[in-house]
């Protein structure tokens, strides 16, 4: 069974996403995690999002992993662990971009739904219920005011990054990349016609899993 969680940057879907894949035994999919590491897979080999052939190269040497350890989930590409320096706010910027790139969607689309094949996943993202798993169960749109995400989102990034930082800058940052991630051409991040939409500004993280949870077990 699929569940599906898309939204804006900042929203919370991750934490959440993780905490109800706990508590229903189900895997976890960042598909977040995947833009970035492909976005500093390419910037480590010094190709840009506008470099179609160059980056139709690397893909093919592109290798992305989600290994359980005792410190959660790490993020390798190729031998690499690269959990701590996909979430720079540099990296989210170049995720984006790339994100925007046709091939760079159909290549991780594929690597996807690969990935959850006759499994129980939540797949959490900004297309996961719309393009890439159009048939979901449950499929959830989460969404809050741009100034209570940044301010998650800055929370967030110290306690990562263990390093302060400017809420104003992330508010910027998060709301350039939700511009770019809304207009871009290929599958756009917009709620899927079939998902439950819940604005989580006036919400927190308890309050949100106990929704989405009320939501799969009325059905
Ligand atoms: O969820 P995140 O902040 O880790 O995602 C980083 C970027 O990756 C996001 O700004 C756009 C892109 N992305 C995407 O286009 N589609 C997804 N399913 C997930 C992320």
Partial sequence: MIITIDGPAGVGKGTIA???SKSLGFKYLDSGAMYRALALFAELNGVTEKDSNKLK???IDLHIQFVDSQDGERVLVNTDDVTEDIRTNEISTLASKFAANNFVRT???EMQRRLVKNKDYIAEGRDMGTYVFPDAKYKFYLDA????RAKRRAGQLKEILGIAINE???SKEISDRDNLDMTRESCPLHPADDAVIINTTDMNI???VR???S???SA
């Fill in 168 to 170: 104003d800058r992330v």
């Fill in 215 to 217: 939501v799969i077990n």
């Fill in 57 to 59: 190269k690397i893909l």
């Fill in 206 to 208: 308890d309050d949100v």
């Fill in 107 to 109: 290549i991780l689309r």
């Fill in 18 to 20: 993780k905490i109800i």
């Fill in 211 to 213: 929704k989405i949870e």
């Fill in 145 to 148: 005011d741009l100034a209570i």
